[in-house]
């Protein structure tokens, strides 16, 4: 990554390795330096990313001494459950997780009747400095490992597995990079956690990388990098404004890459890619949410292929702002759709376990916890 797409978390001692850290081929490296036939890596994968297995004692087609030791050194454990909170009836759960520094993270997981959806974290903490944003509120802590990021929605293809989500047995379908951080400014950790999910099993858990959704800010030469790559994610940019002016205040990283470099970049993704590009937009009470700003982004994106999604504003403690009216955000949505834009107002599922967009902020103690805005 080229030094000016470096945001520096404060540097500290790293997790440990993990077999999900590593390529296919670094895996079996892995067990052969361990005095191991490099085909054990390939049963360690199988049990990690195929059957979802946590207890070293399921792995019997592993010799006993022979599991111990690779289990030890290639499958350590990295988060640790601290609380776990549901609503929808059990359908929606957001759990706060504690890596081996103490670090706090959260993901969550939200099951619909077609689809299984998880919310993953990349850092903990955020460095963008968005104001209505509780994670950006709090800070970067550091960036988290390939391993720290796959474990998140591994727990939740356990969970799904396991019965233990009301609706019986399920799979994860889609991955949404829409947790804490900013996503591209921890680039390559995420780009190698992208290839563990989807690459096939006993690779990775074989989820299509076109259910998989890459939210930013705006970081534009990670963008460029990201689209060089010929994945088939789809790119979110969160805009929440479509002047200069303003966005330069809701999204601080603005004063460096302004709207126009920003859409630019996503045209050029999505023109490499064939994916349409979702626009997120926090709708806030008097903020941005006036008819002239919603007119302003109809013409800067009709014609291309994008999606609008509408972010009624999750409320945080002790934030100035809130959401929308509800006659305004229908007054929004009516000017969107006069150009000719397609837009959908996003359900605020979590809200009610601060686990809805802008609330995650892994919090240790009750009032608990309050996914960045997009």
Known sequence: MSAQLTFAAPRRAKPPRHLADLSPDERREAVAALDEKPFRADQLSRHYFGRLVDDPADMTDLPAAVRDRLVAELMPPLLTSVRDQVCDEGMTRKTLWKAFDGTLIESVLMRYPDRVTMCVSSQAGCGMNCPFCATGQAGLTRNLSTAEIVEQVVAGARALARGQIPGGEGRVSNIVFMG????????????????????????????????????TVGLVPAIGRLADLDLKVRLAVSLHAPDDELRDELVPINTRWKVAEVLDAAWAYADRTRRRVSIEYALIRDINDQGWRADLLGR???????????????????????ASRPSVQTEFVRHLEAHGVPVTVRDTRGQEIDGACGQLAAMPQEPPLRTRQG
Do not use: C, Y
């Open 180 to 215: 804490m951080g900013e996503p591209l400014a921890s680039f390559n950790n995420v780009l190698r956690a992208i290839h563990r999910f989807s690459d096939p099993s006993p690779a990775g858990l074989g989820i299509s990388q076109r259910n998989i959704t890459v939210s």
């Open 300 to 322: 800067l994106i009709k014609g291309h292929p994008v999606h609008v999604n509408l972010i009624p504003l999750n409320p945080t403690p002790g934030s100035k702002w809130t």
